[in-house]
């Protein structure tokens, strides 16, 4: 089965379709009855989506590339190692064997891990359908909690992850009780020269980001940590609870967790020379 | 609805008729018999239904019977022909105490069996990580990690 059949498939019922891709939420979801769609098109046979590319200024993942890949493939590893690495935190060995970085991205899990990292190097994703394909940023694709912007007839092709242009520090965390569980919170930093940004997913029903700019990061020094913590702070007023943790610890928690992986981000720019 | 799937499990070729709302762990248990593959959770937490599908660990209770046509499959019943035969693996198991129930022990050994694959000298850590997708409720897991490092250590000498 090729996209097009796919697209094809989807469009005759978009309402009543549910796209199958890893199938690590959906078929768990389907076996306890919480999903009962009425069609259900895999994507496993769309070979076309499964790739890691890389062009001039960016590199393209396909959807159906599973965490597996992303967690060891020698492009990411070198150009978005915090997507390698947050892909190596995902679920456990079965999960990344199977699960899909489009499959996770579409399910709209405030606390993927993926998530964060993404919109903290400013990704954006290709979707498609027999209307045509179109770009959409990866901080407007969830939109609140199990909620993205896909249309119901639209599929996730790929995503785009922009190369470093400059020298760059990254850091990612994830905070969980229990390592392969979901995430209470994870967090992504992406610190150059002039300005680090952090996004904080998990808290709340969408990823929260805020950048601060300034002429020199590391003359600036702890300052632009605490900048950074009261953005985020501010920015997670609207967090949720759940059983995990309440919306006042969750949104405790991306505080803690945003001034780590600034610190992270900004010791390894100005101490290790930048990583990917 | 209902469709065929061809598969090859363990080396054999089947081909069978499926309701296509069934699991791979549905068609293995019911419809083929091979009930060495456990149904645990059915939520892909507890691992016991581990199978190797095209030579990688997944749990066949979240993968769609219809998804594996023409897909290679492998089951614990593969590991060995009888209780003299044991796979060095099931041996370890036996050896240090991996298992005491035994519910989680297929899912285990395949799990093991990857994790040896790629990294044949683990570190107690590393096997940790390999099997943190199948559950255990009985050993408290240091029995199950002896068992991988020492069948780790007889695989290396061959």
């Known amino acids: ?276 | 609805m209902r469709g065929t799937v061809s598969i090859n499990v363990n080396a054999r070729s089947y081909t069978v008729d499926v309701d296509t709302r069934a699991t791979l762990v549905d068609l293995l248990r019911e419809q083929l018999g091979l009930t060495g593959t456990h149904l645990g959770c059915g939520t892909g937490n507890c691992g016991a239904c581990t199978v190797l599908l095209n030579g990688d660990t997944v749990k066949a209770c979240c993968v769609l019977a219809a998804e594996v046509d023409g897909r290679d499959i492998t089951t614990i019943e593969a590991l060995s022909t009888s209780a003299e035969n044991l796979h060095p693996i099931q041996r370890a198991f036996v050896k240090h105490q991996g298992l005491q129930c035994g519910f989680c022990t297929p899912g285990m050994v395949l799990s093991a069996v990857q994790l040896l694959r790629e990294n044949p000298e683990p570190t107690d850590d590393e096997i940790r990580h390999g099997i943190a997708g199948n559950l255990c409720r009985c050993t408290g897991y240091q029995f199950i990690v002896d068992a991988i490092r020492a069948a780790a250590e007889e695989l290396r000498r061959g």
């Open chain 1, 1 to 276: 089965m090729d996209l097009a059949a796919v697209l094809e498939a989807v469009s005759e019922r978009p309402y009543g379709t549910k796209l199958l891709a890893g199938g690590m939420s959906l078929v768990p979801m389907m076996n306890l009855g919480l999903a009962r769609p009425e069609t259900v098109v895999s994507l496993s046979r769309v070979s076309e989506l499964v790739f890691v590319d890389e062009s001039r200024t960016t590199v393209g993942i396909g959807s159906m590339t599973t965490h597996r890949r992303i967690a060891a493939d020698q492009i990411l590893l070198r150009e978005c190692g915090m997507l390698s690495e947050a892909a190596r935190g995902i679920g456990d060995v079965q999960v990344r064997n199977r699960g899909t970085l489009g499959g996770s991205l579409a399910h709209g899990d405030p606390a993927a891990d993926y998530l964060p990292v993404l919109c903290a190097c400013r990704a954006r994703c290709e979707v498609a359908s027999t209307r045509g394909s179109r770009w959409i940023d990866a901080d407007a694709l969830v939109v609140d909690i199990m909620q993205t912007s896909l249309e119901p007839d639209e599929v996730v092709v790929q995503v785009e992850v922009p190369k470093r242009a400059q020298r760059t520090g990254s850091a990612f965390a994830r905070f969980v009780r229990v390592e392969g569980n979901y995430a209470i919170v994870t967090a992504a930093a992406v610190a150059t020269e002039d300005s680090v940004r952090v996004v904080v997913g998990g808290a709340t029903g969408t990823p929260i980001a805020f950048e601060v700019q300034m002429e020199d990061t590391q003359a600036a020094g702890a300052h632009v940590v605490d900048e950074l913590e009261a953005g985020i702070f501010a920015a997670a007023g609207d967090a949720y609870g759940d059983i995990a943790g309440s919306a006042d610890y969750r949104r405790a928690m991306a505080r803690v967790f945003c001034r780590r992986v600034a610190k992270q981000a900004l010791a390894s720019l100005w101490r290790e020379g930048g990583t990917a």
